[in-house]
């Protein structure tokens, strides 16, 4: 197979590297708790606390 016009020796142009983003993902949404709580005069509170406890943070690279 002939090597393509404009590119030496049949290889094709560098992409240029990829840009990455990191994003927080998972977690416990404290302000919706907060909430349920209080209008249930804390009896949400022991929820809220294994929400907090057992919930882990995750930090994911996207391509931007």
Do not use: D
């Amino acid at each position: 197979m002939p090597p393509q016009q404009g590119y030496p020796q049949g290889y094709p142009p560098q992409v240029p590297p990829q840009q990455w983003k990191v994003i927080k993902t998972g977690g416990t949404r404290h302000g919706m708790h907060a909430m349920i709580s209080l209008f249930t005069c804390g009896l949400w509170l022991p929820v809220w606390f294994c929400a907090w406890l057992f919930t882990r943070k995750h930090k994911v690279a996207v391509p931007r």
